[in-house]
């Protein structure tokens, strides 16, 4: 088994994708013409966005993210070896900063921002 993709449940799933084409350089692989699915080129494994009228036409209940309050416990991830250069770009295309690049004792660099609609975003280099 491997990990195929990660959907977020979101409300507007264009500005969401338009979002991290910005805020993070990411490619678009697809977006239907419903406006209701999209999906980032992440690599071998792809990050998708679902808008919450989907994802509640699924029967399984969520709690929407929102930036008001505290980010849900689960983030994404990415690393680059530019941490601080992606952390200011993904500041500037609107992200809210949550922590600056601060080098961990293991060695890594990590920071952190939330997206246009609330989740954490790491931006980190690679582990070793």
């Known amino acids: 088994m491997k990990l195929g993709y990660t959907l977020l449940y979101v409300p507007d799933v264009p500005a ?5 084409e910005k805020a993070f350089g990411l490619e678009r692989a697809f977006l239907h013409e419903s406006n209701s699915y999209a999906e980032l080129k992440t690599g071998e494994t ?9 994802a509640s036409g699924n029967g399984v209940r969520f709690q929407p993210v929102s930036l008001a309050g505290e980010p849900p416990g689960i ?11 992606h ?4 500041v500037a295309a609107g992200a809210t900063p949550v922590l600056a690049p601060v080098a961990k004792p293991w060695g890594q660099l990590v920071s952190y921002v939330r997206d246009n609609n609330g989740f954490l975003v790491e931006i980190c280099s690679p582990m070793g």
């Open 75 to 85: 983030e994404v991830g990415f690393t680059t070896d530019s941490v601080a250069e």
């Open 46 to 54: 792809r990050l998708g966005f679902v808008s919450l009228e989907v």
């Open 87 to 90: 952390f200011e770009r993904a």
């Open 16 to 20: 969401t994708l338009a979002f991290y």
